[in-house]
């Protein structure tokens, strides 16, 4: 759905992918990172916390947010912790996605 959007998704497997996809990339080459919370090998919260510390100018500045089926106030605090801008609840309302990622991507 994404795609049909006209953004250019790079998926990843899992949690560590996400972070040496990011780390291995150019300067600014993502405009937003959707991040699952429930990954095998590294879960959202440890991507998320793995990417801001890198050194490299973007990973603090990259909106990252949260994926997950859990809607509760400790889940959103919890992806707030781990240095998420957003915590979206699936099923996923497309229609609000898309007005978040708005909010933070401009092209």
Known sequence: MLEEQGAVVTPAKDGKEAVDIFEA??????????????????????????????????AGEIPIFAVSANAFSDDIAASKKSGMNEHLSKPIDFEE????????VKK
Not at 97 to 104: D, E
């Open 25 to 58: 990339s150019e300067l600014n080459a993502f405009d937003i990172i959707l991040m699952d919370i429930m990954m095998p090998r590294m879960n959202g919260y440890e991507a998320a916390e793995a990417i801001r510390k890198m050194e490299r100018k973007d």
């Open 97 to 104: 996605m898309m007005r978040v990622i708005g909010k933070y």
